[in-house]
Nanobody, 124 residues
Framework: QVQLVESGGGLVQAGGSLRLSCAAS????????MGWFRQAPGKERETVAA????????YYVDSVKGRFTISRDNTNNMIYLQMNSLKPEDTAVYYC?????????????????WGQGTQVTVSS
């Protein structure tokens, strides 16, 4: 079992930055693909970013390319999402998740472990 706890959300003005953190416990995430997801009110949850278990490759949804960066620190069992140039449409609850897969995983249904989420609100 992997437990995940997100932090770093909050209220920020458009154009600002936030860094989300996800702390994993229970097992090392060294061999897990990891991802960040978000769900805005009235919308389906979407994959925002994903990172290969080695960190060698990443995926970003088109709407965040060039603004968000996913990274991982396997030594400390952490993953991060650096979010720059935030827009009001980035407002959502952000979740991190772990997939017990040696690869890069984009599909949400392949992720077995999920955190509780952290709210990000971007004001215009």
């Amino acid at each position: 079992q992997v437990q995940l706890v997100e932090s770093g959300g909050g209220l920020v003005q458009a154009g600002g930055s936030l860094r989300l953190s996800c702390a994993a416990s229970g097992r090392t995430i060294r061999t897990y693909a990891m991802g960040w997801f978000r769900q805005a009110p009235g919308k389906e949850r979407e994959t925002v970013a994903a990172i290969h278990w080695t960190g060698i490759s990443t995926y970003y949804v088109d709407s965040v390319k060039g603004r968000f960066t996913i990274s991982r620190d396997n030594t400390n069992n952490m993953i991060y999402l650096q979010m720059n140039s935030l827009k009001p449409e980035d407002t959502a609850v952000y979740y991190c998740a772990a997939a017990n897969t040696l690869g890069l995983v984009v599909r949400q249904d392949e992720y077995a472990y999920w955190g509780q989420g952290t709210q990000v609100t971007v004001s215009s």
